[in-house]
């Protein structure tokens, strides 16, 4: 019986070295902090109310070089990319990839009617 667990034991300790290694070889998309901001449109907001939730992330994806934005919500926007302060690119839609090259100081700024968000990485 100690045969088997020890046989049992050498297994699954050799199937997690396996996985450990493969996850190394494969680096996960580097998560990319945005700060969204509400636009007060209305000139009486109510005095009550809870801060603004937005769902959106950005990833950057070593692998594929690209920024990846994803937004669950039900808003239209525009999302612009900028290298070092310059216009790189340009979307018309908030679920979108932008492809990156070259190396630099990048950030995002996506704009909608009711809210705002940037964030930035350096790659």
């Known amino acids: 019986m100690k045969k ?22 494969n680096p996960s998309p580097l998560p990319i902090t945005l700060e969204s901001i509400p636009i007060r449109n209305d000139p009486n907001p109510p005095v009550h ?9 950005a990833y950057y994806d070593a692998l594929s070089k690209t920024i990846s934005i994803y937004y669950g919500g039900e808003a239209t926007g525009e999302v612009s ?3 070092d302060g310059e216009l790189v690119d340009h979307s018309s839609e908030i679920n979108t990839t932008f492809k990156v090259d070259e190396s630099g ?16 990485i350096d790659i």
Do not use: K
């Open 81 to 83: 990319l900028y290298r």
């Open 49 to 57: 109310r809870a801060p603004m939730r937005v769902c959106v992330e």
């Open 105 to 120: 100081y990048y950030t995002i700024e996506i704009n909608t009617a009711y809210w705002e968000a940037t964030g930035s």
């Open 4 to 25: 088997i667990f020890a046989l049992i034991f050498a297994l699954m300790a050799t199937m997690l070295q396996m996985r450990a290694q493969g996850s190394d070889d």
